[in-house]
Nanobody
């Protein structure tokens, strides 16, 4: 079993930056793909970014060039650096990992972009 504990998030003005963290209770070295999702009120869950064990990344078109996903295997932590934030980025963000056939989720963190 894996516990994922998120930190970061909050209220930021348009154009601002935030960094989300997702700390795992186990070594993430062997975890193949780690992801960030978001869900805005009234919308479905959206895959924002993913990163593989070898560091390959993929992003939703809506965040390309503004968000960066990374992982620190020495700290067992997944990150999402967000810059140039827009009001439409407002959502609950959750980290996710598939591990040994099970899917694990962080507790979710609210990101609100508003002036």
């Amino acid at each position: 079993q894996v516990q994922l504990v998120q930190s970061g998030g909050g209220l930021v003005q348009p154009g601002g930056s935030l960094r989300l963290s997702c700390a795992a209770s186990k070594s993430i070295f062997r975890m193949d793909v780690m992801r960030w999702y978001r869900q805005a009120p009234g919308d479905g869950r959206e895959l924002v970014a993913s990163i593989t064990r070898d560091g390959s990344t993929d992003y939703a078109d809506s965040v390309k060039g503004r968000f960066a996903i990374s992982r620190d295997n020495t700290k067992n932590t997944l990150y999402l650096q967000m810059i140039s934030l827009k009001p439409e980025d407002t959502a609950v963000y959750s980290c996710n990992v598939d591990y040994l056939g099970y899917m694990y989720w962080g507790q979710g963190t609210q990101v609100t972009v508003s002036s």
